[in-house]
T-cell receptor
Framework: NAGVTQTPKFRVLKTGQSMTLLCAQD?????MYWYRQDPGMGLRLIHY???????AKGEVPDGYNVSRLKKQNFLLGLESAAPSQTSVYFC?????????????FGAGTRLSVL | AQSVAQPEDQVNVAEGNPLTVKCTYS??????LFWYVQYPNRGLQFLLK??????LVKGSYGFEAEFNKSQTSFHLKKPSALVSDSALYFC????????????FGAGTQVVVTP
């Protein structure tokens, strides 16, 4: 059981370049999330999705776009990368229903923007 | 708005000694609280949760957490720390909406020395 898989694991971009991070989950979860992790700031929510075809903004959405065309996949796009987007990106998924929303995380993507 | 605070950037403890990682919360309504652990170069792993009921919650790997409503705290504890417990620990609180979003603390680095 793979759980939540993120690709790629590492990436180096030049300022202005674009890229897409892929998140795939095999647990049939309705909800998916993208976070960024920066030292001393914990995890901050970028965008999230509560179902196929639906997305919403989180705490720090500027400079990012997302798509959820299939239930199992959640894509995070950077249209024009900036050095401020250097970070570690985590995807998570969770199942709807009840108060217990445990989120399951991928291993992360380490992105450097030069 | 829901929030959590982790007042310590780092906790140092000798192997075999008790370990405590502090977390305080600020919520409107009933708090849904979580602890996650992140090992080096890995994603976050769920440790335990408080939804309602007993104030002492038991979780994975011998960890437990004590919910204290009067002090608005949810401290993580382990009676006897192991070197393998060295990791980054995050406290989180669930948002009041229905989408399972979490607000994370900044994280506390735990260092267990032999």
């Amino acid at each position: 059981n793979a759980g939540v898989t993120q690709t790629p694991k590492f990436r180096v971009l030049k300022t202005g370049q674009s890229m897409t991070l892929l998140c795939a989950q095999d647990m049939n979860h309705e909800y998916m999330y993208w976070y960024r992790q920066d030292p001393g700031m914990g995890l901050r929510l970028i965008h999230y999705s509560v179902g196929e075809g639906t997305t919403a903004k989180g705490e720090v959405p500027d400079g990012y776009n997302v798509s959820r065309l299939k239930k199992q996949n959640f894509l995070l796009g950077l249209e024009s990368a900036a050095p401020s987007q250097t970070s570690v990106y985590f995807c998570a998924s969770g199942s709807a229903g009840g108060p217990v929303f445990i989120q399951y995380f991928g291993a992360g993507t380490r992105l450097s923007v030069l | 708005a829901q929030s959590v605070a982790q007042p310590e950037d780092q906790v140092n403890v000798a192997e075999g000694n008790p370990l405590t990682v502090k977390c305080t919360y600020s919520v409107s309504g009933n708090p849904y609280l979580f602890w996650y652990v992140q090992y080096p170069n890995r994603g976050l792993q769920f440790l335990l949760k408080y939804i309602t009921g007993d104030n002492l919650v038991k979780g994975s790997y011998g960890f437990e957490a004590e919910f204290n409503k009067s002090q608005t705290s949810f401290h993580l504890k382990k009676p006897s720390a192991l070197v393998s417990d060295s990791a980054l620990y995050f406290c989180a609180v669930r948002d009041t909406d229905s989408w399972g979003k979490l607000q994370f603390g900044a994280g506390t680095q735990v260092v267990v020395t032999p």
